[in-house]
């Protein structure tokens, strides 16, 4: 009788136990299923924001570089208008300044956020409208002839206005670019630690499960 009545503690206390560690796995895995969801959230909202802010960032590369374009082409076409009397070049000429103030307008939108870029784009306003004005006025000095329009060339001032300008967008492309390498590699880091952080509560829940 005496035998019959520990032999079934032993089997009740094993059941208990066996249910015990069930409980305690299905606890753990419970705990780590969320785990590696908030981490597969918290991923999935981190590259969101990468991609946008690298999206972003290529979008104000590539306005920087149409301006620079259009910026070269009045300074080519003025060139080409000055030397030939061609009113080819002078439409082009004109056509090509009326859209340097749109390109810096979209420039100012983008750009209206980030506060690192309220001086850089003042100054570059300064320098694309210095351009306008004296690509203006290479124009009318045409109209009335070649002498004085050469004269203007010769000053040199348009080229230390387009040098100044490639320069300061050089700087400012550069500055994105390192921005842009520097926020890919913060998000290398970040996934580094979410995959160590895995891989931690992966260990913890096969050894609680034993």
Known sequence: MLRHF???Y?????????EHKIFAGLTVAAAVILFISFLSVTSFRSLLESHKFVEHMNEVKSQLNELLNRVMLVQARGRSYVL???????DELM??????????????????DDPRWKDRVVTLDGLVIGQIEFSEQIYRARKGGETEAVSLL????GTVLIDNIRAHITQMIGEEDRLIQKRNEDESKQAERRSVSFTSALLRSCSSSH
């Not at 032993?10 to 059941?15: D, E, S, V």
């Not at 056509?95 to 209206?112: E, N």
């Not at 010769?154 to 001032?157: A, E, I, K, L, M």
């Open 154 to 157: 010769r000053t040199g001032r």
């Open 10 to 18: 032993k089997r009740l206390g094993a059941l208990i136990l066996i």
């Open 95 to 112: 056509d090509a300044t009326g859209t340097l103030p749109g390109l810096l307008k979209d420039l100012r939108v983008l750009t209206i």
């Open 84 to 90: 030939t009397g061609d009113e080819k070049y002078a």
């Open 6 to 8: 520990l032999h079934s």
